[in-house]
């Protein structure tokens, strides 16, 4: 089943990845989710998509009701200017209100949309991405048994009387929140599916799809947050990521991620905190951190220290680590941003770089570290740390300015 996921102008890119991302982190036979990203609506299309907010009599507040046909309209659009063959399916998603005020719909030309918005208050810490990745695979499968939504009364798979099929009838969000902790696909569901000659595989994979958001989403739901701690993980693409967390990644550039890496690995290794002062002792330990994280590890194998861009990147380490420049704090911050941003204050508190006991505190001044224990913290094999095959030049190190203009006609293709 080709599957076209169309984002609707009011829905935020980053949500519309997110949706995307879960629906092809399962493994679905059978099933191509194909993300339309960027795709521009002209003017005349969306005029009416845009001028559906009307005031309230009562509350004065503005309320968008947007008629469905306006919805499938923006799907029939898309599905003519690039030709789409009549048996793929084309999902919307909006955060706009529909006028019906359904979740979702299905016309007959295979064009589905989606109600993005309001669901999280139904899910305790998850994120709306799981109903509405539900949503879409179950919204394919209505269309494609040809469920008859004009009649609810008089169709026979869509079951006013719950018994835990993705067709049981749901008035209301909380219903329908229920129904994808349970619902599965029951045997007369199953039965029309293969009548309607939707192949078997199809099926299955949309059932274990389904099993898998369950999970998920259960996971993230009995989450006790007030002492939540983690596992940490750098993975092979060199992302800091939260593998319980449905592996939510801690966004860094790369210098930040080599400071912070440096301290998780000190941490790993149980080796004790290090100070402000004592970085400069790592000097060649922080270069090959760097060189890893930015994915240039292989350079150390063959590249002489005339190499332009390398010489940078020792430029940039010998400023992270002289005390009379504000490249350690500044990283040092915007690493406890990134934090505090993805998982809040409190949660944060054990993933940082911190001060620890002033017990340990001497002449080279107050050590710092990352207080997670060790078992938390894991660090891809790939990752490893290879032995420069050069000396370094004394520090600290400065580039020739003739070197910085050589660096630059090379960035700009010269
Ligand atoms: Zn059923």
Redesign the pocket.
């Known amino acids: 089943m080709n599957v076209h996921l169309l984002r609707a102008p009011d829905y935020r890119e980053e949500h519309f990845g997110a949706v995307a991302d879960l629906l092809d982190s399962f493994q679905m036979p059978g099933w191509n989710f194909k993300r339309v990203e960027p795709y521009q609506f002209p003017d005349e299309v969306l005029f009416y998509f845009w001028s559906q907010d009307r005031e309230e009599p009562d509350t004065q507040e503005y309320k968008t009701m947007v008629p469905w046909d306006i919805l499938f309209g923006l799907c029939k659009h898309y599905r003519k200017q690039n030709n789409i063959p009549d048996n793929e399916v084309v999902v919307l998603l909006t955060t706009k209100k529909n006028e019906l005020n359904w979740f979702s719909s299905f016309d007959k030309s295979r064009n589905i949309f989606i109600d993005t918005d309001d669901w999280e208050p139904y899910f305790k810490n998850c994120h709306h991405k799981f109903p509405v990745a539900h949503e879409i695979i179950a919204n394919c499968l209505q269309q494609a048994m040809n469920l008859n939504i004009a009649n609810m009364r008089t169709e026979k798979?869509i079951?006013m009387i719950t018994?835990g099929?993705?067709?049981?009838f749901c008035g209301h969000k909380p219903d329908i929140a229920m129904k994808m902790r349970t619902a599965d696909?029951?045997?007369?569901?199953m039965q029309r599916l293969m009548d309607c000659g939707v192949q078997r595989h199809i099926v299955n994979a949309a059932s274990e799809a389904f099993e898998g958001l369950r999970k998920r989403m259960k996971y993230l739901e009995s989450f006790d947050w007030a002492n939540w701690e983690g596992i940490i993980k750098v993975n092979s693409r060199r992302q800091i990521i939260f593998p319980e967390l449905d592996n939510l990644e801690i966004p860094m550039n790369p210098l930040m991620k080599t400071l912070y890496l440096f301290y998780l690995l000190q941490r790993k290794n149980n080796k004790r905190g290090v100070s402000r002062t004592e970085l400069l002792n790592y000097r060649e330990e922080l270069l090959k951190i760097y060189l890893v994280v930015s994915g240039h590890e292989r350079h150390t194998q063959f590249i002489s220290n005339e190499h332009l861009p390398l010489k940078e990147m020792l430029e940039r380490i010998d400023e992270l680590i002289s005390t009379v420049n504000n490249s350690f704090n500044e990283k040092k911050s915007r690493i406890k941003d990134a934090f505090e941003k993805n998982i809040g204050e409190n949660l944060a508190q054990a993933y940082l770089i911190k001060d620890v006991a002033p017990a340990e505190e001497d002449k080279k001044g107050r050590a710092l570290a990352i207080e997670l224990a060790p078992e938390k913290i894991i660090i891809s094999e790939n990752i490893q740390l290879s032995p420069l095959n050069w000396p370094l030049p004394p520090f600290p190190f400065r580039m020739s300015r003739t070197d910085k203009t050589a660096l630059k006609g090379i960035r700009n293709g010269n």
């Not at 099929?165 to 049981?168: K, L, R, T, V, Y």
């Not at 696909?185 to 569901?189: F, L, R, S």
């Open positions: 798979c079951h018994r099929c993705m067709n049981d696909i029951c045997k007369d569901c």
